[in-house]
């Protein structure tokens, strides 16, 4: 993920003009959270929000009753507000991959074809693997980080999923080499591989690898 300074300017073009990268993903896997904080109606829980982010970007765990304190609130608002834990944490940990997303996006302009889905996802995956803070979570709570990250158990995989498989479709079109898989499946492949190589030290004890997610991505969209 990128440092705290390129957060805050992806995050201002997000709004002034949402990239079609950055939306795909959240119209793909909506959540009650991330409903209420796209209204604009719910100050209370935007504040919520917003606090909790800034505690993450920081490298601070984000709990419940310390956040109701700093909010001047008790804990039955923030879960009115928010929900509960794990939903705060996937909507934040979604907000920060936005503009990672975003920048990736633009740092590939140049590229098309699978060279673009290989470069973006590369460089995606290289952020994730360089953010202290991100790193910081993983270490800190490796249990829900693996959970909430690459199970079903939050929207941010099926996100992850929807915006790679918009990847293929708009860079390979709708029948990626000649027919020879779907772009459902291809995306899904592709995620599970920016997993493997992301996450290597909670799934195999191994050194996360910007370099072998490079290859394996090469190697899975035919790129010489």
């Known amino acids: 993920m990128p440092d705290t300074d390129t957060i805050d ?21 909506p959540t009650a959270l991330s409903a209420r904080l796209a ?16 505690t993450f970007v920081a490298g601070n765990r984000i709990d419940m009753g310390p ?3 700093s909010l001047g609130v008790d804990r039955t608002s923030v879960f009115r507000w928010v929900g509960n834990r794990d939903a705060l944490l996937a909507e934040v940990l979604w907000s920060l991959a936005v503009p990672t997303l975003v920048q990736a996006d633009r740092a590939t302009a140049a590229s098309a074809g699978a060279e673009r889905v290989a470069a973006l996802l590369t460089h ?8 202290e803070y991100f790193r910081d979570f993983l270490r800190r709570e490796p249990g829900r980080a693996l959970r909430l990250l690459t199970t ?14 918009w990847l ?14 779907d772009p459902p499946t291809l995306a899904y492949l592709l995620v599970r591989v ?3 190589f992301t996450y290597a030290d ?20 035919r790129v010489a």
Do not use: M, N, W
């Open 9 to 29: 300017g992806a995050d201002a073009v997000a709004q002034a003009e949402p990239a079609p990268i950055a939306v795909v993903g959240l119209d793909a896997a």
């Open 39 to 54: 209204s604009g109606a719910h100050p209370d829980a935007h504040r919520a929000f917003d606090l909790a982010r800034e």
């Open 67 to 69: 956040l109701a304190a």
């Open 124 to 131: 995606f995956a290289t952020d994730l693997i360089a953010a």
């Open 152 to 165: 079903k158990a939050s929207p941010i995989q099926r996100r992850y999923t929807a915006t790679a498989e």
């Open 168 to 181: 293929v479709r708009t860079h390979l079109g709708d029948d990626p080499f000649d027919g020879a898989i």
């Open 194 to 196: 920016s997993e493997s």
């Open 202 to 221: 909670l799934i195999a004890g191994e050194e996360p690898s910007p370099d072998g997610a490079r290859t394996a991505f090469r190697h899975l969209l």
